[in-house]
């Protein structure tokens, strides 16, 4: 089992930046660099959407386009982390970010490619 915690959200002015983390541990963690990793996220009464994911091996990475060229996605093997840097924020990035894993296999963008999530951190950006 994989399980993965993420932190970092919070309360943020538009236009600031904040910095998500998603640690993982359990017994799978031994093998976290098999894990193609992936943030998702979910604003209220809207479907969990896709934001970004990086692949398990080579680490490429791939975005929505409502993220694109303000969000990073990168992970580190040594730490069993991965993380999200969202820049510019805008309003309509307020939502509760989910973090999932999935064996090997490339980064999907469906919600149901990935076997394991977090419980969710809250980002709020005000106007």
């Known amino acids: 089992q994989l399980q993965l915690v993420e932190s970092g959200g919070g309360l943020v002015q538009a236009g600031g930046s904040l910095r998500l983390s998603c640690a993982a541990s359990?017994?799978?963690?031994?093998?976290?660099?098999?894990?193609?990793m992936a943030w998702f996220r979910q604003a209220p009464g809207k479907e969990r959407e896709f934001a970004a994911t990086?692949?398990?091996?080579?680490?490429?990475?791939y975005y929505a386009d409502s993220v694109k060229g303000r969000f990073t996605i990168s992970r580190d093997n040594s730490k069993d982390t991965v993380y999200l840097q969202m820049n510019s924020l805008k309003p309509e990035d307020t939502a509760l970010y989910y973090c999932?894993?999935?064996?090997w296999g490339a980064g999907g963008t469906g919600s149901n490619e990935y076997d394991y999530w977090g419980q969710g951190t809250q980002v709020t950006v005000l106007s």
């Open positions: 999932s894993a999935r064996l």
């Open positions: 359990g017994r799978a963690s031994s093998n976290y660099g098999s894990y193609t």
């Open positions: 990086v692949k398990w091996r080579g680490g490429s990475t």
